[in-house]
Nanobody
Framework: QVQLVESGGGLVQPGGSLRLSCGAS????????TKWYRQAPGKERELVAG???????TYYDSVKGRFTISRDNAKNTVYLQMNSLKPEDTAVYYC?????????????WGQGTQVTVSS
């Protein structure tokens, strides 16, 4: 069964760090474009970071220099290392993977993990 499962969220003080994990089953993340999105209360879901099949990375402007996306192919997991966290980073973080098979795109979402930055 194809599934994405996020973990690693929690409560952290401003300036702290968290590492989110997105594990996949049923397909290889190395064959997909994987992105992290977040959605704060009352706001639209926004793209945070992405990693291509080849390992190229992109970041939303507000997290550049603080967040790092990476992938461990052996563990079939994508990570989001979040440093220097700010209260405005508080949101539910979602993992998204788009896999192209025979010219058909298959999109998968995880269930989300809550990140709260507060003193």
């Amino acid at each position: 069964q194809v599934q994405l499962v996020e973990s690693g969220g929690g409560l952290v003080q401003p300036g702290g760090s968290l590492r989110l994990s997105c594990g996949a089953s049923g397909f290889a993340l190395s064959s997909a474009v994987t992105k992290w999105y977040r959605q704060a209360p009352g706001k639209e879901r926004e793209l945070v970071a992405g990693i291509s099949k080849g390992g190229s990375t992109t970041y939303y402007d507000s997290v550049k220099g603080r967040f790092t996306i990476s992938r461990d192919n052996a563990k079939n997991t994508v990570y989001l290392q979040m440093n220097s966290l700010k209260p405005e980073d508080t949101a539910v973080y979602y993992c998204n993977a788009v896999l192209r098979l025979l010219n058909i795109e298959h999109e998968y979402w995880g269930q989300g993990t809550q990140v709260t930055v507060s003193s």
